[in-house]
């Protein structure tokens, strides 16, 4: 058993057409899927990946409209790390963003909300994860996930679940790799900034890990034993879900590879309508008002 790197990375927003016009316009992902938070369907989930919605790609946010800015603190990740193949990629985005920081081989930079974001050039056989955009083209373009970095006051406290429930292998100090047949990835801590984190827009609620479907219940189990109390598995209908905080308090969740997005939509109009899982359907009349009006980034 495995787990095949970050599934995706789910962040909250308080203006949804600005957070459509930044991840799709600026760096150029394709929107996935529009949907709710099924744990609170008054709000958004909206989905943004490569062009066919693959998992390690899969950057997510919740909206809640108005929502004050938070800052990441200990038990939190600060920073979104994002893979591109060479230097000259990082060029073309040195142009193409505001405010950037560039060292030998990374570029960081916030998004309009104050999520840090990092590219870095990265050699690896894993499939590139790429979405179509009109102005970037595709060798330079945002290959996927690379991996997360957070803050912990105490990182020997994960230690043990991290190398020996989660069977992350060590890469040096408080750095981890997470690699299965299919993908890879990493995970970081930071020393913790003083005071506590405020949860709110622009921060990260959570990281999924991914798991192929056979594994997921073994998952559960295993990380029950390690004395995590994970959640029951719960059916997202696009995926099937774990979640637990880890010893240093962040959010992790472990989601399968499937059923998929295309479970209700073809592959060419993901994203471009309301999608509600069976479950909701019947409560689209009462839903669909409450929701922000959102342009259709593909027209």
């Not at 909206?63 to 938070?70: D, F, N, S």
């Not at 994860?129 to 690379?146: N, T, Y």
């Not at 408080?174 to 990835?185: A, D, F, S, T």
């Amino acid at each position: 058993m495995r787990l095949e790197g970050v599934h995706h990375i789910t962040l909250i927003t308080g203006d949804a057409p600005r957070n459509v016009d930044f991840y799709t316009g600026v760096l150029g992902l394709r929107l996935v899927k529009k949907t709710v938070n099924q744990d609170d369907p008054t709000v958004y989930h909206l989905f943004y990946a490569d062009e066919r919605g693959r998992a390690g790609s899969d950057i997510t946010f919740f909206e809640y409209p108005g929502a004050r800015r938070g800052t990441a603190g200990p038990g939190m990740v600060h920073t979104i790390v994002w893979r591109v193949a060479s230097e000259e990629a990082l060029d073309f985005w040195e142009q193409r963003l505001d405010s950037v920081e560039r060292s030998e081989g990374r570029l960081r930079f916030e998004d309009p909300e104050g999520v840090r974001h990092e590219l870095r050039v990265t050699e690896t056989t894993d499939e590139p994860l790429v979405a179509k955009h009109p102005a970037i083209p595709e060798e330079l373009a945002l290959q996927g996930f690379d991996g997360v970095r957070a803050y912990a006051a105490e990182p020997e406290r994960s230690r043990a679940l991290l190398e020996e429930t989660l069977l992350f292998s060590p890469r040096g100090e408080n750095v981890w790799e997470v690699r299965g047949e299919r993908r890879g990835g990493f995970y970081a801590y930071d020393a913790a900034p003083a005071g506590r984190g405020v949860p709110g827009a622009g921060t990260v609620h959570h990281v999924a890990w991914a798991t192929t479907m056979d594994e997921h219940d073994a998952w559960q189990r295993r990380v029950e034993v390690a004395g995590m109390s994970p959640t029951p598995v719960i059916d997202r209908f696009y995926f099937r879900s774990i979640y637990f905080r880890e010893p240093n308090g962040i959010l992790f969740e472990l989601a399968t590879l499937g059923p998929g997005f295309t479970t209700d939509e073809d592959l060419e109009q993901l994203g471009q309508r309301l999608s509600l899982p069976p479950d909701y359907e019947h409560l689209r009349e009462q839903i669909e008002p409450k929701l922000t009006p959102l342009p259709n980034p593909r027209v």
